[in-house]
């Protein structure tokens, strides 16, 4: 199958095309910027490179030229954006006209990476399924969030207004060794830099990319057009996550602990200072409101539908810190923790 897929060289691209490689399938590639820090060296032999924005209307309409499939991962992720119309414009209003385009190049199937943000975050600590309410009120103040929302309303709108088989997987943090851009592996990043100042109440989820990216392959032929996948492999406290951390890499856990209205008070308050000050926070007031809620998923259904296999936890989280340590720290991750045997 000639396949397209868009954001190829992001983290969750870099994991899935040799899996579509290994599969037979012939690969084209679009790629924002080829000659950034996850350019297009290293993907599979035989990708064909296209390198353009997905808001670059004409180039797409040129790559979606033979294209039977496409993997829709081309995205921002910025949780204190200085500009959040730019979001709205990429994952929106660019998902709506790549629809449009490969609806009219005769394209099979469209598979679309959105986020379990758009379902899974609530003030209290329960699994979402893809059943439940979406949290509007809650994402409303966060552009990244309300975007991948709309995002998915308009693709999902699109599969029942034209019959395009459209496809929507939501996984959590993504973590595993690879972000070459240091995006959802950012959040282990400040830990080790101890830029956390105090623990989180709230809790997360979190998926290996690998294992994301194998349902992904899956569900180019498994998945039921019209439906949407959470995919998490944990789901732990703050205080669990970075203990896990403290625990493999010697770096201390926040011992501090706030109310949630404490914590969001005293972020406002350095996000004022550090922005008088010309410098930037250690966390955004926007990153301390995220850490106090709850993001726990119940990815039932991806495993019973698209073998949705997670590996055990404590591996991923050893090779995202070895990861992190070696290539932003400068650090050999060395035997100070091993993964589970």
Do not use: C
Not at 123 to 129: Q, V
């Amino acid at each position: 199958m000639r396949i397209l897929v868009t954001g190829a060289t992001g983290f969750l691209g870099r994991a899935l095309l040799p899996l579509l490689a290994a599969r037979g399938h012939a690969l084209r590639a679009l790629v924002r910027d080829a000659a950034g820090p996850a350019g297009g060296e290293g993907l599979p032999a035989g990708t064909e490179v296209v390198t353009a924005s997905v808001e670059d209307r004409e180039a797409v309409r040129r790559a979606l030229s033979g294209i039977e499939a496409v993997f829709h991962l081309a995205g921002r992720v910025d949780f204190d954006p200085a500009d959040p119309a730019a979001l709205y414009r990429l994952h929106v209003e660019g998902t709506r006209t790549l629809l449009e385009d490969a609806l009219a190049a005769g394209v099979s199937r469209v598979v679309l990476a959105s986020s379990s943000g758009t379902v899974a975050v609530s003030e209290e600590a329960r699994e979402s399924t893809e059943a439940d309410l979406e949290p509007v009120g809650i994402v409303a103040g966060w552009p990244y969030y309300l975007s991948k929302l709309y995002q998915e309303k308009v693709a999902l709108r699109f599969h029942r207004d034209t019959g395009l088989p459209v496809v929507v997987l939501n996984p959590s943090l993504l973590l595993g060794p690879g972000d070459a851009r240091l995006g959802s592996t950012s959040v282990v990043f400040k830990f080790l830099e101890r830029r956390i100042p105090a623990m989180p109440s709230g809790g997360l989820s979190f998926v290996d990319v690998r294992d994301a990216a194998a349902t992904f392959a899956e569900a180019l032929e498994r998945a039921r057009p019209g439906e949407r996948y959470l995919l998490g492999g944990a789901n732990m406290t703050f205080a669990e996550f970075f203990g896990r951390l403290s625990r493999l890499s010697g770096v201390p856990a926040p011992r501090l602990r706030l109310p949630t209205p404490a914590s969001l008070a005293g972020a406002r308050l350095l996000e004022r200072l550090h922005a008088w000050r010309g410098s930037e926070p250690p966390l955004s007031a926007q990153e301390v409101e995220m850490g106090e809620r709850f993001w726990y998923v119940d990815a039932s259904k991806a495993r019973r539908e698209l073998g949705f296999a997670p590996r055990d936890p404590q591996e991923t989280l050893f090779e995202t810190w070895r990861f992190v340590e070696e290539r932003f720290r400068g650090r050999r991750a060395g035997a100070a923790a091993s993964p589970p045997g």
